[in-house]
């Protein structure tokens, strides 16, 4: 006896359904975050890193600029951002420590010898 399989559609409220094999893909091809950032964004599936090195104050306010562009795109786009997520990673001790901000919000730090995320 063959049995058949049915499924149904159902609506998708938010954003690509969490563990779907084109969501990875389909935020990659949509999302035009990148367009006018002045450090390296770094993109996988629905997780966003920019990245650079920051050795002066005109840095310091080029990064700040890209996280406003960030924080503008997300609304824009209807999206939201989960701030327990987003850090501050400096890789040397010897740094300005620069505070950052993401929205309203006050970005935390932590002070690493390597990149925990490698991309």
């Known amino acids: 006896m063959i049995s058949t399989l049915k499924s149904s559609w159902r609506s998708v409220t ?5 563990g779907s094999i ?4 389909l935020f990659n091809i949509i999302n035009d975050l990148d367009n006018g950032t002045e450090y390296t964004l770094s993109k996988f ?8 090195v920051v050795d002066a104050p005109d840095g310091c306010t080029a990064l700040q600029r890209d996280l406003d562009r960030l924080e503008k795109w997300v609304g824009s786009n209807f999206m939201k951002y ?3 997520k987003c850090k501050v990673v400096y ?3 010897n740094n ?14 932590s002070v690493l010898a ?3 995320g490698g991309h």
């Not at 599936?45 to 650079?52: E, F, I, L």
């Open 82 to 84: 989960y701030e327990g």
């Open 14 to 18: 938010n954003g690509a359904p969490q």
């Open 91 to 93: 890789h040397r001790r």
């Open 45 to 52: 599936a629905d997780n966003r890193k920019v990245r650079g």
């Open 96 to 109: 300005s420590m620069h505070q950052y901000g993401l929205g309203a919000n006050q970005l935390v730090y």
């Open 114 to 116: 390597k990149d925990p």
């Open 22 to 25: 084109p969501g990875p893909i």
